[in-house]
Structures are given as structure tokens and as C-alpha cells.
């Protein structure tokens, strides 16, 4: 194979990443203002602490802890999946460091932003996997004769975590890796028997046959690329791994946790507001006994990143403190 075959684009997402022969990978984050940002370990920000973890030798995570947590008090935990069409972002970058150091400080909670590989140098199920093993390492700490110098447990969770109360929250893709963590849980047993009390999904990454969207978006465009072939569907859009509503995914009724938020954007180019109306309708025509809360707010597709000081941004977190703390 020539030096030229290896330059070779194989597949392209404009401001997104190129695929070359060769199998590398360019990504596009200068166009999005990301780049890498260090944790806060000795000197909080905004009132938290932050630290990077290695879960295993694909999965690592930046921990965040509110400061003045009594000795005597645990709070929940909150297990964060980033966005990024599951192609591009990091939990290590700027702007997914700024909003989850916010989800700490607003919400009082302990945050797990997790740090999974991404496609194409992996598939989506492996992604996952990725995502489900750092769930069972969270879970893990929740065995109350564990210590917290334990080889790869963190004192942080053994400490300050109330594994009554976990929740699992994303946006965009992140909010695709919460739907299949939720299911993962309702079919086979987290560590300690530990149960997702709750489920955010903030504009997630679905994709719906009959739901008006550009074929040629962003949205379409990425999962065609990256759909496994393996999953025997006709079309990308039918693939269980992206429609939750496809004949051939598991049903909604089995959803392991015992509320979900769903929040959707008005003005939202990348993920249609129907998608989260028509998840919603599904969740509660599945039979599914736990309580459903939808939030729509008057803006676009991630807005609460960009715009953390607006109304719309201060009324999706205090509807997500709502549902974490009753």
C-alpha cells in the first residue's frame, strides 16, 4: 500500500473528524473551541474539587466533589456521559469541565464524568462497554466493607457517596449511553445490587424513521458512518443502538431505574424536539411503572454549555435538582 493510499479519506464529517485508509483519525476541535483543561485536586473551583481516575486501561473518569460535605452526611452520585455524536469531545475539555463542575455545585451531588473511547477507532458497542464498566466500578464502592485504599477504589465515592441515590445523566450521545446503561440495568445486576434511582436525557442522540430531519445532517450523517453492520437492520435509522423504538429493541418496560427526565430543546436543529416527545409517548405506552418528567426548554441543542447564565439554562438545572433531590 502506497503512502498515498494510506492518506486516502475513507469518511468525513465537515467540523467533526476524517477517516483516513490508514485507520487515523483527525478530529476537528479547534472549530468547536475544545481543548484540554487540568482537574482542581488541592484548590477548588467554584466551590469543588476535581480529580482524574484510571478505571481501566480504556476507561478513566474526572471526579468532582462539592467542598464543606460534613463528615457525617453522603450525598448522591451522579454519573455523567458527554456528548459528541460519539465521534469527538472529552470529559478532559474545557466546556465539559466548566458544566459538570456546575452540576456539582449546584446540585450538591459527587459527579463521575466518564471518559470512554470513541468511534470510528472503536465500534459503538465497544463504546458501551466502555461506559458500562465504568458504571460497575462506581458501583462497586458501594460495599460497606470496602477501603478506601482498596487497589483502584477512589475515597471520594467510599466517603461522600449515597449509592441510594445514583443517577445517571447525558447529553446529545451522552444521553444515548444513558438509554442503553438504563437498559443494561434493568437486565443484568449492577455491583452490590446497586439500582439507578434516576435517568436525564438531554436531547438525546435518537433517531426516528418519520421524524422531519435533513437525511443529509449532522445527526444522520455520523451514525451512517459509524452503525454497525452487525446489527442486521435495513437501514441505519433502524438500528435498536439509535431508535429506542425500533421493532427489533428491547422494550421500553424495562428501563432499570425508577424515574426519568427527558429535556428537550425548542429550537433544536440536531435533535428534533419530536424525538424526546415520541420517546416519552413510548416510555409510557411500554407499560414501564416509574415516574416520567419532561422539560422542554426554549432554546437549541446544548444550549446550558454555551449559555450557563441564562434563564432557560437556570430552569433546566433547577428542574434537575428537583427531580435528584426529593
Not at 267 to 285: A, N, Q, S, T
Not at 301 to 325: G, L, N, T, V
Request: glycine content about 6%.
Amino acid at each position: 500500500m502506497t503512502s498515498d493510499d494510506n492518506n486516502q479519506v475513507v469518511n468525513e464529517v465537515k467540523d467533526y473528524y476524517r477517516l483516513y485508509k490508514s485507520g487515523h483519525v483527525e478530529r476537528f476541535y479547534e472549530v468547536h473551541g475544545s481543548f484540554y483543561v487540568p482537574p482542581s485536586p488541592q484548590i477548588p473551583s467554584s466551590g469543588v474539587f476535581s480529580k482524574d481516575v484510571t478505571i481501566s486501561p480504556h476507561v478513566s473518569a474526572r471526579l468532582y466533589l462539592p467542598e464543606n460535605i460534613p463528615n457525617s452526611r453522603k450525598i448522591p452520585v451522579l454519573v455523567y456521559y458527554h456528548g459528541g455524536g460519539l465521534v469527538i469531545e472529552s470529559a478532559f475539555f474545557n466546556r465539559m469541565h466548566a458544566y459538570v463542575n456546575s452540576l456539582a455545585s449546584e446540585l450538591h451531588v459527587v459527579v463521575v464524568s466518564v471518559e470512554y473511547r470513541l468511534a470510528p477507532e472503536v465500534d459503538v458497542p465497544t463504546i458501551y462497554e466502555d461506559c458500562l464498566t465504568a458504571l460497575q466500578w462506581i458501583a462497586s464502592h458501594a460495599d460497606e466493607n470496602l477501603s478506601s485504599i482498596d487497589n483502584n477504589n477512589d475515597s471520594w465515592l467510599t466517603n461522600f457517596c449515597d449509592f441510594s441515590k445514583v443517577f445517571v445523566v447525558g447529553d446529545s450521545a451522552g444521553g444515548n449511553l444513558v438509554y442503553h446503561m438504563t437498559m443494561r440495568a434493568g437486565k443484568e445486576d449492577l455491583n452490590n445490587d446497586i439500582k439507578i434511582t434516576g435517568s436525564i436525557f438531554a436531547y438525546p442522540y435518537f433517531l426516528f424513521p418519520n421524524v422531519e430531519i435533513d437525511e443529509e445532517g449532522l445527526a444522520n450523517k455520523i451514525w451512517g458512518y459509524i452503525c454497525p453492520l452487525e446489527c442486521g437492520v435495513l437501514s441505519p435509522i433502524d438500528s435498536p443502538l439509535i431508535n429506542p423504538l425500533s421493532k427489533k429493541a428491547p422494550s421500553l418496560s424495562r428501563l432499570g431505574c425508577s424515574r426519568i427526565l427527558v429535556c428537550m430543546g425548542k429550537k433544536d436543529d440536531i435533535v428534533p424536539l419530536e424525538i424526546g416527545v415520541r420517546f416519552v409517548e413510548g416510555v409510557k405506552e411500554s407499560g414501564w411503572d416509574g415516574e416520567v418528567v419532561y422539560l422542554e426548554v426554549d432554546d437549541g441543542h446544548a444550549f446550558q454549555m454555551y449559555k450557563p447564565e441564562s434563564d432557560e439554562a437556570k430552569r433546566m438545572m433547577k428542574c434537575c435538582a428537583d427531580f435528584i433531590h426529593r
